[in-house]
């Protein structure tokens, strides 16, 4: 088990010294390329039919047409008032129409990323349960602590109602401008820059895949390949920024992609 946990890691290692796996690169506060989780504005309508789910589409349309014609050849070859039944109903919704819209629509409203964290969830289960070791959920509510005290007027996901897309990936804590923000846990540095969509910002390692954001910092006290522990001070925060209150900008990614930090973490609850 030992062994497969080691795979595991190293796995992941190479994922994360590729450029572009889940946080934006930046130079002199500009997207350099990469995939980004943080899209822009016209993407956060929805996601656009791509010629790879039309044909995913396709695929499952003949699935279900060869499952068809396997029930018709199976009622003729067995006939009865049932069969029958069955076989003109099967007949009929071979020959009729598919509906690409209806299809389309049905795609565009289904919560992929909902039935993909509940997959992760139960991987994340199994893992646990058979190689030991606490799974992500139980990793970051044991280690994991609120970067600064305040209340979250910025939910997960609530980028259109703040008014301000770069923050969609993360939660947004409300503080006084030059408050001091520690480390959510230990870990290592692994950037520092300057974005539109967050302002001054750094991005930690804290291993098992597990990365923290933390932007609209006023100051910033670490640098690239820090190693810090728990309770470290990285910087202080900003002001009202593109908000109508001074505060930070919070993320948390697993395997590099975005999580709701309430879900994981304890966040104060009260005004401050």
């Known amino acids: 088990m030992g062994k497969y946990n080691d795979a595991y890691k190293s796995y992941y290692n190479e994922i994360v010294s590729k450029e572009g796996r889940g946080s934006v690169r930046y130079n002199n ?3 350099t390329g990469g995939f980004s989780y943080r899209e822009n504005a016209k993407n956060i309508k929805g996601k656009k039919i791509t010629p790879q789910r039309l044909i995913n589409i396709l695929i499952f349309q003949l699935a279900g047409t060869a499952a068809l014609f396997v029930v018709i050849l199976f009622c003729k ?10 076989y003109d109903y099967a007949k009929d919704t071979v020959k009729t129409s598919f509906d690409y819209n209806g299809a389309i629509a049905q795609i565009k409203s289904f919560d992929y990323k909902a039935a993909y964290d509940s997959a992760e969830t139960y991987i994340e289960n199994i893992k646990s349960k058979y190689l030991g070791g606490d799974n992500v959920i139980e990793t970051t509510s044991k280690n994991f602590k609120a970067p600064i005290k305040g209340e979250v007027i910025g939910k997960y996901g609530s980028a259109q109602d703040l008014g301000w897309v770069g923050y969609k990936n993360g939660i947004v804590i409300k503080s006084s401008e030059n408050s001091k923000v520690t480390i959510a846990s230990k870990g290592t540095v692994r950037e520092v820059g300057n974005s539109e969509a967050l302002g001054n910002y750094i991005i930690v390692d804290h291993g098992e895949g597990l990365e923290t954001e933390y932007g609209n910092l ?3 006290n670490v640098k690239r390949g820090d190693e810090l522990e728990e309770n470290a001070e990285i ?3 900003g002001g009202k920024g593109n908000l109508s209150s001074e505060h930070l900008y919070f993320g948390l990614l697993y395997m590099g992609a975005p999580k709701d930090p309430e879900k994981y973490i304890k966040f104060y609850d009260q005004s401050i």
């Open 29 to 31: 506060g500009k997207n």
């Open 77 to 86: 070859t067995f006939t009865t008032a049932q069969t029958e039944k069955i």
């Open 218 to 220: 006023k100051d910033v």
């Open 235 to 237: 910087g202080t925060s």
